[in-house]
């Protein structure tokens, strides 16, 4: 190959990799208020009668919880009376929707038939020709029936004994935090972590929760709080590997994709860095 050729082929590569959009994540660490215990795999909160189970790591930090009946008794959670309180902000669990489930389906029939017919001319070259012209007609019957069903959303939630369900709502944030010492696409020697407690924490957020125990009418209310304790900005190559995959002691045959550092009491956002001049 020619030098020339091989120098454009170099500066065609560099362009398309420098226009290529460059991966980054926003990691947050959350620490527990009150009567929460940290786990390898989840946050637990436990009283008398349940147990609930939280796992933030997702896309803005799923909120949502598991809510596990250690009694023998059925447990009622009143979701008109749960919240999702987000720096002082409440949203209701329960929201007086109607869900819609629908499936149809569908039957066609093609008939189709040819007539043809003997047509006597002169061709081209004065000769006398007979061709037969054929034509098809075609008819399609399509016929089709479906169902759908309407049901409204559950404002009290029974969880029957030992038994558990899931509820989740909300994200925690899917907003981009920005700091003057944060680097907003740093590289590997540009990483750098914000440290913040509960009073100036940029994000504090918590589930109020409400549930009665078998024929009681008393209500029980409790409340878990969180906040923000550490933010980060990484580079992709930072926080992801590639691994093989191993189940039963087999490895699989292709890498896939590993989040190094996920946790229960972290959750992330990805972004990207196209042609946006901010540093922080």
Request: with cysteine; charged share 20%; hydrophobic share 30%.
């Amino acid at each position: 190959m020619k030098p020339k050729h091989l120098l454009f082929i170099l500066m065609i590569g560099i362009i398309i990799s420098s226009c290529s959009p460059k991966t980054f994540y926003q990691v947050y660490k959350t620490q527990p208020i009150g009567d929460i215990s940290t786990g390898d795999n989840s946050l637990k909160y436990e009283d008398e009668n349940c147990i609930l189970i939280y796992d933030f790591w997702e896309y803005g930090g799923n909120i949502g919880f598991r809510f596990y009946n250690k009694t023998y008794d059925d447990i009622y959670v009143n979701l008109d009376k749960c919240f999702f309180i987000l720096n002082g902000s409440s949203f209701n669990y329960f929201k007086h929707r109607v869900y819609t489930y629908s499936k149809g389906t569908g039957v066609s029939s093609i008939s189709s038939g040819t007539a043809s017919v003997a047509v006597t001319g002169l061709n081209t070259y004065n000769l006398i020709q007979t061709n037969q012209l054929a034509a098809t007609s075609t008819a399609e019957l399509m016929a089709s029936r479906g169902y759908s069903v309407s049901y409204a959303e559950e404002m009290i939630v029974c969880i029957p004994a030992k038994t558990s369900k899931l509820i989740s709502e909300y994200l925690i944030n899917n907003t981009l935090i920005r700091d003057c010492d944060l680097y907003k696409y740093p590289k590997n020697k540009q990483i750098n972590t914000l440290i913040f407690t509960r009073d100036n924490s940029p994000l504090v957020f918590s589930n109020r929760i409400t549930y009665t125990v078998g024929d009681s009418e008393e209500n029980i209310d409790f409340e878990n709080e969180f906040f923000v304790a550490e933010i980060t900005n990484y580079p992709e190559d930072e926080i992801l590997e590639s691994k093989y995959g191993e189940f039963c002691g087999q490895k699989s045959m292709l890498k896939d994709e590993y989040f190094k550092d996920a946790a229960p009491d972290k959750f992330y956002i990805e972004y990207n860095k196209g042609n946006d001049p901010w540093k922080h």
